[in-house]
């Protein structure tokens, strides 16, 4: 049975996947207003992982990270990354083709949210109760161009070969 944790994050899992693919429903065409709710979900997703839920774990194990941290952490920085250029359908597979593996595990049996459900079971209403109150993210502009796309590559590669974590922060967008 799932736990708290588990069903929050899950749960959100399933709005994020709707949104997108509400996003793709017509072949070859990326709706914008859904895209753009599911780009705003994601970086709350990904903010409420990397702000409460991951540090909430490394606290439990007395400072040390769960052993999957560091690939979600690169995966984080390519999803975020992808969102930075105006969406096309190569962005948007870029991305479905990652929440594959990602969401696997997070929602797999024993993957993250399952073991935080275990490891922070008495604090896991708390973390849960902070995991909804977190709030929106603050979205840019979209930013397009040589230097977006070679570092999404550069994400994109860490993430897929399992590089080391990530020292760089993502480029800003520029403002338009």
Not at 15 to 25: E, N, P, S, V
């Amino acid at each position: 049975m799932a736990g708290p944790i588990y069903g929050c994050l899950a749960q959100d899992h399933a709005r994020l996947d709707a949104l997108l693919r509400q996003a793709i429903a017509a072949p070859g065409e990326v709706d914008r207003s859904s895209y753009a709710a599911f780009r705003a979900g994601l970086l709350r997703h990904i903010g409420m992982e990397e702000k409460i839920l991951l540090p909430a774990a490394r606290r439990a194990r007395g400072g040390v990270p769960l052993p999957v941290a560091a690939r979600l952490r690169r995966d984080h920085a390519a999803f975020a990354a992808l969102l930075v250029p105006t969406p096309t359908a190569e962005i948007v597979g870029e991305i479905l083709g990652l929440l594959e593996g990602h969401n696997a595990l997070e929602e797999g049996v024993g993957g993250l949210y399952e073991s935080c459900d275990e490891l922070l079971a008495a604090e896991a209403e708390a973390i849960t109760s902070s995991l909804r109150a977190a709030p929106e993210v603050r979205v840019a502009p979209y930013s397009d161009g040589p230097r977006v796309r070679a570092h999404i590559q550069t994400l994109l590669d860490a993430a897929r070969g399992g590089g080391p974590p990530l020292t760089q922060p993502l480029p800003r967008p520029r403002r338009s």
